[in-house]
């Protein structure tokens, strides 16, 4: 289940990416703020709508995400790699969004 949910590459609208999985915690405001960066950055740059992300609750999914190398949210995996944890900027949300894309 972890490979299909962090590795692999998908293609949308002739577009190939690779998966991007978002751990979060519901309460947590630096995961609402990078929700809404992610919905900035969609509107900014089209080509990142094309970008699934797999958004998943560590407090509803805790076997899962006890399985992952992690320790603050929001994290965000890229292929299973690990490219961002905690405090979320602009900058480095359109890092994950770049590194799903090879831009």
Known sequence: MIADIQKGTARKD???M???LMMIQE???YCRQAL???DELKAERPEFQAV???IVDE???KAFADSLDYWYVPTYFVDGVKVHEGVPTVDKVRKVYERALDL
Do not use: A, F, L
Request: some cysteine; charged content about 40%; aromatic content about 0%.
């Open 52 to 54: 699934e992300v797999k």
């Open 27 to 29: 309460s947590c405001p």
């Open 14 to 16: 002739g577009i190939q």
């Open 59 to 61: 407090n509803r999914e």
């Open 36 to 38: 809404r960066m992610m």
């Open 18 to 20: 690779k998966k991007v």
